[in-house]
């Protein structure tokens, strides 16, 4: 059993040499393995930066409170540190690597993550079969890393990523974002393979309900002017569906 910790999370971006602006206003979260925590809250209330924060993104400057990992402090250490330690962002929006192969990016990442290269039979069994799930095409490999690649492709890149580098804990940013309901049936099915496979925790954050009817939540938690305002199971889901963030904003 895995816990990530935060705790009274002050998160600051800068604006410019003089000024700076608080994003993250005392934010506090617990995931265990095997559980799914969804953050739900209107666009601006600092969803993405809490995303970005965890996996260590330079341009967010922690100004008090902490992050740990199975009591291991997170903030301590560099992205690529918390990516062994078994941390995984899938991006809001995925960036295009020119010049690095999917099959070259897959194998280079598994090999830091686990400090060794993995078995090449093994590793070509793992990486088809998980492709074959994710209805990848066997000749995105040899393209470069989401190079022209449709939305789509992009999140179910990123699901790969996750099924081949089994984290502890997964942070998906808005992973149904730009989906149709075939690609996001997808993706969820890889996104519930992989906790079943691996006890992983997940934390999913999204605007919408839909993904939460294939991504079951254990965890509800409102989002709203960088701080949780509330919290519960997936039956708050649907009261936001239904009511939407105002009342939240209003008292923001």
Do not use: C
């Not at 095997?34 to 993104?57: D, F, R």
Request: net charge negative.
């Amino acid at each position: 059993m895995s816990t990530l910790e935060i705790r009274d999370l002050h998160v600051s971006i800068r604006i410019d040499d003089e000024t700076t602006k608080e994003i993250l206003k005392g934010v506090d979260l617990t995931i265990k393995s095997g559980e799914i925590h969804a953050v739900m809250g209107p666009n601006g209330s600092g969803k993405s930066t809490l995303a970005a924060t965890i996996a260590g993104h330079p341009r967010y400057e922690v100004t008090s409170g902490t992050i740990t990992l199975d009591g291991e402090d997170v903030l301590d250490m560099e992205v690529d540190e918390r990516a062994r330690a078994g941390l995984f962002l899938g991006m809001q929006y995925p960036v295009e690597v020119p010049g690095v192969t999917m099959t070259n990016f897959l194998r280079t990442a598994k090999t830091a993550i686990d400090g060794e290269a993995p078995n090449i039979r093994h590793w070509t069994k793992d990486l088809k079969s998980a492709m074959e799930n994710l209805k990848i095409d066997p000749s995105f490999v040899q393209r470069n890393v989401n190079e022209g690649f449709s939305g789509g492709e992009k999140k179910r890149h990123e699901i790969l990523q996750l099924e081949l580098l089994k984290p502890k804990f997964a942070v998906l940013d808005e992973t149904d974002s730009g989906l149709d309901i075939d690609a996001l049936k997808i993706v969820s099915d890889g996104v519930n393979r992989a906790m079943a496979e691996n006890e992983m925790g997940t934390l999913l954050i999204t605007h919408y309900t839909r993904i939460l009817n294939y991504i079951k939540p254990d965890f509800v938690h409102v989002f709203v002017d960088g701080k949780m305002v509330e919290e519960g199971g997936p039956e708050l889901a649907e009261r936001l569906e239904a009511e939407g963030y105002d009342r939240y904003a209003a008292n923001a």
